[in-house]
């Protein structure tokens, strides 16, 4: 049992890339089981190598790249920085603060003390110094 339609080999390329992609036409169709067992075979092993190596691209497109990862570690780096001045300035400024607090003499105006602004923000330095 042959099928007339499919008598030359670019017409089962295209019977086959036909069902790869699973449109099915209907202008080819397979007779026999040899036939349909090719074509599902076809399918199956075109289906996955079509599926790697979208799989592949995809993979690739996504992996951070060694210049990339520079880039993230340098910029990391300086918002680290950045948060670590603004601690220290606000630390000099709370111990000047308690200073001037100290030496001038009892606050006049009822005023809570500035100790737990000054531990907080040492404990922040140091939560800060071990990240």
């Known amino acids: 049992m042959a099928n ?8 089962a390329l295209w019977l086959v890339v036909v069902t790869i992609v699973t449109v099915g036409y209907g ?5 026999g089981f040899p036939g349909r067992l090719c074509v599902v075979l076809g399918g199956v092993v075109g289906g996955a190598a079509i599926c790697s190596m979208c799989r592949v691209v995809v993979v690739g497109a996504l992996t951070i790249t060694p210049n990339e990862r520079d880039v993230i570690d ?10 670590r001045r603004s601690v220290a300035v606000r630390l000099i400024q709370a111990e000047w603060r308690r200073y001037k607090a100290m ?10 003390s500035r100790r737990d602004g000054v ?4 404990h922040k330095a140091n939560v800060l110094k071990y990240k």
Do not use: K
């Open 4 to 11: 007339a339609d499919l008598a030359e080999y670019v017409d």
């Open 27 to 31: 202008d080819c169709v397979v007779v």
């Open 74 to 83: 340098i910029i990391t780096e300086r918002t680290q920085t950045t948060e």
């Open 103 to 112: 030496t001038v003499g009892p606050p006049t105006d009822g005023l809570p």
């Open 119 to 122: 531990a907080f923000t040492v």
